[in-house]
């Protein structure tokens, strides 16, 4: 079932912060974050494994409550580079790399 | 990482051809992903491709349409046949390699 983010759309001024949010209706391994801009492939920014484990990149961090079957995408002090649609993808079983995508979160960092 | 070469990156075909893409990995994997993407949507999982096995669709998706072929553990095709304006979407494949997944550039298929 493919997971549900929230919002669809942000529109920022650059330094400021951004949420995004990627909800799921079954249990979860791990949770991707992708970034892509138009015309491009999926770039990965971020991985959250069942456990605890993540692995990151400078000033974008992200959480995962497993309990909730939720994760969020913080983007701190958003710069004009960070414009583009960002995915989460699911992977509900031991870590196969089989994703399921959420619908896309749209975001543009405006100067 | 992994570093996967997708061709062809893009092509215009006549509706009722058949296209096969061809995804090549800089290592070997176990499983390979193909995905498409719609116009302005995200990206839906095709079916995974299982080296000396058959390939595993998703709903929605059937061999007839989408033939895969995964000859060895670096390589895969995809084959979009009787192709009809409906199919022009990007058409990405995927591989997982310590947890993190890694996409081809994709290939464009526009079809007229």
């Known amino acids: 079932q493919q997971p549900v983010q929230s919002p669809q759309a942000v529109i920022l001024r650059e330094g400021e912060d951004a949420v995004i949010n990627c909800s799921s209706s079954k249990a979860l391994y791990s949770v991707h974050w992708y970034r892509q801009k138009h015309g491009e492939a999926p770039v990965f920014l971020m991985i959250l494994l069942k456990g605890g484990e993540q692995k990151g990149h400078e000033k974008i961090s992200a959480s995962f409550n497993e309990k909730k079957q939720q994760s969020s995408l913080y983007l701190t002090a958003s710069q004009l580079s960070y414009s583009g649609t960002y995915f989460c993808g699911t992977d509900g079983s031991s870590n196969t790399g089989k994703l399921i995508f959420g619908q896309g979160t749209t975001l543009q960092v405006k100067p | ?112």
Not at chain 2, 4 to 22: A, Y
């Open chain 2, 1 to 112: 990482s992994a570093v996967i070469s997708q061709k062809p990156s893009r092509d215009i075909c006549q509706r009722g051809t058949s296209l096969t893409i061809q995804c090549q990995v800089d290592s070997q994997v176990t499983m390979m992903f193909w995905y498409r993407q719609q116009p302005g949507q995200s990206l839906t999982l095709i079916a995974t491709a299982n080296q000396g096995s058959e390939a595993t669709y998703e709903s929605g998706f059937v061999i007839d349409k989408f033939p895969i072929s995964r000859p060895n553990l670096t390589f895969s095709t995809l084959t979009v046949s009787n192709m009809s304006p409906e199919d022009s979407s990007i058409y990405l494949c995927s591989v997982a390699k310590n947890t993190e997944a890694f996409f081809g550039q994709g290939t464009r298929l526009t079809v007229v």
